[in-house]
């Protein structure tokens, strides 16, 4: 990642920052050089991120404890950082409900829908106005493998990700000429706190588990060079059949084979 710091720098905010994809992201980011926000729940996760990175890689971080399924917390994120000079956003943050639609608790599936789409939409809305007053900068955002295809069990959360999917591949036409890079990092199957207490065995499922470490790598490499990228070759099929295929197709064959692993 060469010249990334003269980029993107010299801060860099990230959202769901303290675990996970989003952890992995931070480090990588971090040893680039660059000062971190860090944004997530929980206070003590993120004192923890904070201290590690300050002494690993001698670089400023500040944290802020935001439940972003709220609007407003986006605005404020705004408003704390504005003396900061951010080149780069990730808005990783995300949450999954799975199960039959129609079961499933309402409040979830809409506090969902506000934190894994309403969310990322606010911040790059802002940031981006913040890049093109500074001249550039970069967004990488986090969709999922399950964006590609409606995805029956997952419905609402496959819905969520199609949405930041084609919000990026427009966006990285849009701001493009703006000197602000967009890309869309569509992670299958990664060895999460998330996915680890989804009600699915995913051993039943031919599909390859990557660490959030090379997922993160995959994405930071590509921002800039390309508008969509998906870890792993297995993945890069599943992504893309439904353009040889029709496309109900793979719609029912995730159905039946998440249906045969749900627990």
């Known amino acids: 990642m060469k010249n990334f710091k003269k980029k993107y720098g010299p801060w860099a905010l990230i959202t769901g920052a303290s675990t996970g994809i989003g952890k992995a992201i931070s480090e990588q980011v971090a040893q680039q050089g660059l000062n971190i926000v860090a944004v997530a729940r929980n206070q003590d996760n993120l004192d923890a991120l904070q201290k590690e990175l300050q ?11 935001a439940d972003l399924s709220d609007p407003k917390a986006n605005h404020v994120i705004n408003e704390k950082t504005k003396e900061l000079d951010i080149g780069l956003l990730i808005p990783n943050a995300g949450i999954e409900n799975n199960g039959p639609f129609i079961e499933n608790d ?10 894994n789409t309403t969310s990322p939409m606010i911040l790059s ?11 550039g900068g970069g967004i990488l955002l986090t969709s999922s493998l399950f964006a590609y295809q409606g995805v029956p069990f997952v419905s609402n959360y496959s819905a969520c990700k199609a949405y930041i999917l084609s919000l990026g591949e427009a966006l990285n036409v849009e701001l493009k000429p703006l000197g602000i890079d967009v890309t869309v990092l569509s992670p299958g199957l990664t060895d999460t706190g998330m996915t680890q207490n989804m009600a699915v065995n995913f051993k039943k499922i031919p599909i390859t588990k990557h660490v959030p470490q090379v997922v993160a790598k995959v994405g930071l490499k590509a921002l800039g060079k390309k508008a969509t990228v998906v870890p792993g070759l297995i993945n890069k099929f599943y992504a893309w059949e439904n353009r040889l295929i029709p496309r109900s197709w793979p719609v029912k064959l995730f159905g039946f084979l998440i249906s045969r692993a749900r627990t």
């Open 106 to 115: 309402l409040d979830a599936e809409y506090k969902m829908l506000s934190l």
């Open 55 to 65: 002494t690993k890689y001698a670089i400023e971080v500040k944290t802020i404890s």
């Open 125 to 135: 809305h802002v940031f981006s106005q913040r890049f093109k007053q500074r001249g």
